[in-house]
């Protein structure tokens, strides 16, 4: 690893730019989830989203991930709602 940013040619689903998703690395598959936020439509228009993708950086691909990982997110949600509220 050498600490620094860099561009990276990747395959799988077009995932089209945008701001404001939420991500987590799954340390058990090795794959980055993002999730939600708005995508870029045009140069001067974003669409709010909710779409789920998984990039896997061992295969530099990029893959519109399936329901399985819906409650994960769901329950680790969840997990910090209830934690937060704990602290109300």
């Known amino acids: 690893m050498s600490g620094t940013w860099s561009v990276v040619n990747t395959s799988g689903a077009v995932v089209k730019g945008g701001y404001g998703h939420s991500s987590v690395y799954d340390e058990q598959t090795g794959v980055i ?42 329950s680790a949600c969840l997990s910090v709602i209830v934690r937060s509220c704990v602290f109300c």
């Open 33 to 74: 989830l993002v999730h939600g936020g708005y995508h870029s439509m045009s140069a001067a228009t974003y669409l709010l989203t909710d779409a789920l993708y998984e990039f896997n950086p061992n295969m530099s691909a990029w893959y519109v991930s399936v329901c399985h990982y819906l409650s994960l997110c769901l």
